[in-house]
């Protein structure tokens, strides 16, 4: 059965202060890991998909690596508006998507 | 594009009432997933269409809960009886080319 572990659960980061998000994982045959953000009272909005071992992308402070067991999301230099719950996902061998819990982020100014 | 729209947003009735749910999908994506999410269980995969045909229904939680996909622009997720359990987050998502893309979600309050 393929699992999702995020952590930590919460994370409080002064403004500025770099730091990284865990989602570790187990699946049979990896077709992409996702990364969405979750604003309170809305829906999860995509962030990236990453493929295969080795891969990174950006977009603005972050950056999603991928090993094979698990995925990091990298935010430097924080801002208040970086505050969000970050949710990870793996797709095995249908189209199901499965969720980890989540890592709540804090970012204070 | 809107996006994927869902309605209603809020939704509170009381236990034995039927509830639906509604989700108009972005136009072109094939396929077309409900979730439902809760504090204690996360973001939880309810059931899922392709092309307008259901695929894999192995997430919903029991007969109450039926879905439907009438249309490539409509489906709904029908609760009968409902109960306060079902009390959570309902969300509608659908794939364009590999990402899916969720909607604002629907609040439900079972009293």
């Known amino acids: 059965e393929d699992q999702v572990t995020q952590s930590p659960e919460a994370l409080r980061l002064q403004e500025g202060e770099s730091s990284s998000l865990n989602c570790s994982y187990t699946v049979s045959g990896l077709r992409g890991l996702f990364w969405y953000r979750q604003d309170p009272g809305k829906g999860p909005e995509f962030l990236f998909t990453l493929y295969s071992a080795g891969e990174e992308k950006e977009k603005e402070r972050l950056k999603a690596t991928l090993t094979k067991k698990e995925s990091f999301l990298h935010i430097t230099a924080p801002k208040p508006e970086d505050s969000a719950t970050y949710l990870c996902a793996v797709q095995g061998g249908s189209e199901k998507l499965v969720f980890g819990k989540g890592t709540k982020l804090t970012v204070n100014p | 594009d809107a996006g994927v729209i869902q309605s209603p947003r809020h939704e509170v009735t009381e236990m034995g009432q039927e509830v639906t749910l509604r989700c108009k999908p972005i136009?072109?994506?094939?396929?077309l997933f409900w979730y439902r999410q809760t504090m204690m269980r996360g973001l939880e995969l309810l059931i899922y269409?392709?092309?307008?045909?259901?695929?894999?229904d192995s997430g919903m939680p029991e007969d109450r809960f039926s879905a439907k996909m009438p249309n490539a622009s409509f489906s709904t997720l029908k609760i009968q009886p409902s109960e306060p359990r079902d009390s959570a987050v309902y969300f509608c998502?659908?794939?364009?080319?590999?990402?899916?893309?969720f909607g604002p979600g629907t609040r439900l309050t079972v009293t």
């Open positions: 998502a659908s794939r364009g080319f590999y990402e899916q893309y």
């Open positions: 269409f392709n092309n307008n045909v259901p695929i894999d």
């Open positions: 136009s072109g994506h094939n396929s």
